[in-house]
């Protein structure tokens, strides 16, 4: 299946199956990655469309081999880092209001 954002044409998601690299706006993902990115704040315009008719090969950055999601720069972007947040099991409503620092505070506890 295909993940699309209408909003970032270049994006990068962790998650349990290592990160997503959206490129032009899109990226071919697994279903328990699209479970991620459907959890993702509105505003980054993800969707998910139906799934593929045979597999292809994912774009996926498996955060150095051992399957989990690599953390950001500590400058980062703050998209990468409510889309990390929510990648290690933090609810995206939770994450949705909050400025960096207080995501990277939140992941500390």
């Given amino acids: 299946m295909r993940a699309v954002s209408g909003k970032y044409k270049s994006l990068r998601v962790g998650t349990s199956d290592?990160?997503?690299?959206?490129v032009d706006g899109g990226?071919?993902?697994?279903e328990s990655q699209a479970e991620v990115l459907r959890a993702?704040?509105?505003h980054f315009e993800v969707t998910i469309e139906g799934a593929l008719?045979?597999?292809k090969k994912l774009e996926?950055?498996?955060?150095?081999g051992d399957g989990a999601p690599?953390?950001?720069?500590?400058?980062?972007a703050l998209?990468?880092?409510?889309?990390?947040?929510?990648?290690?099991?933090?609810?995206?409503?939770?994450v949705a209001d909050l400025k960096r620092e207080e995501i990277k505070q939140l992941l500390a506890e």
């Fill in 60 to 64: 996926v950055d498996d955060g150095g």
């Fill in 27 to 30: 990226a071919e993902v697994t």
């Fill in 53 to 55: 008719e045979e597999p």
């Fill in 79 to 94: 998209d990468e880092w409510q889309a990390y947040a929510v990648s290690k099991g933090i609810p995206a409503e939770n």
């Fill in 70 to 76: 690599e953390e950001p720069k500590g400058n980062a």
């Fill in 18 to 22: 290592g990160s997503v690299k959206f």
């Fill in 40 to 42: 993702l704040p509105e």
